[in-house]
């Protein structure tokens, strides 16, 4: 079975910056889709940005200053947040899809999820 790991959240002060990471192991380590989600309580999950076989895509809340990458030798996907917002404080997710598709922002087409890490952006 696929585990995802994800590390790094924390607390910052607005304009600060922090960097995720997630790591995968177990029965595969070749996925086509990688990508960041984050919930807030009491709101909907909602896209932050994934990387593809076919590109990078980001939520245009986070575009110009968070950045994500990817490892494949060693299964890791990193999203590098600068200028960090209050309203960026949430649960991030990492996941990830195996087959190729054009659909990357839907959580629904993620086949295996982690257990988040909590960012909380102070004002």
């Known amino acids: 079975q696929v585990q995802l790991v994800e590390s790094g959240g924390g607390l910052v002060q607005a304009g600060g910056s922090l960097r995720l990471s997630c790591a995968a192991s177990?029965?595969?380590?070749?996925?086509?889709?990688w990508g960041w989600f984050r919930q807030a309580p009491g709101k909907d999950r909602e896209f932050v940005s994934a990387?593809?076989?076919?590109?990078?895509y980001y939520a245009d809340s986070v575009k110009a200053r968070f950045t994500i990458s990817r490892d494949n030798a060693k299964n890791t996907l990193d999203l590098q947040m600068n200028s960090l917002k209050p309203e960026d404080t949430a649960v991030y997710y990492c996941?990830?899809?195996?087959?190729?598709?054009?659909?990357?922002?839907?959580?629904?087409?993620?086949?295996?999820w982690g257990q988040g890490t909590q960012v909380t952006v102070s004002s």
């Open positions: 996941a990830v899809r195996r087959t190729a598709g054009n659909i990357y922002s839907r959580a629904a087409v993620y086949e295996y």
């Open positions: 177990g029965r595969s380590f070749s996925f086509y889709t």
């Open positions: 990387v593809t076989g076919s590109g990078t």
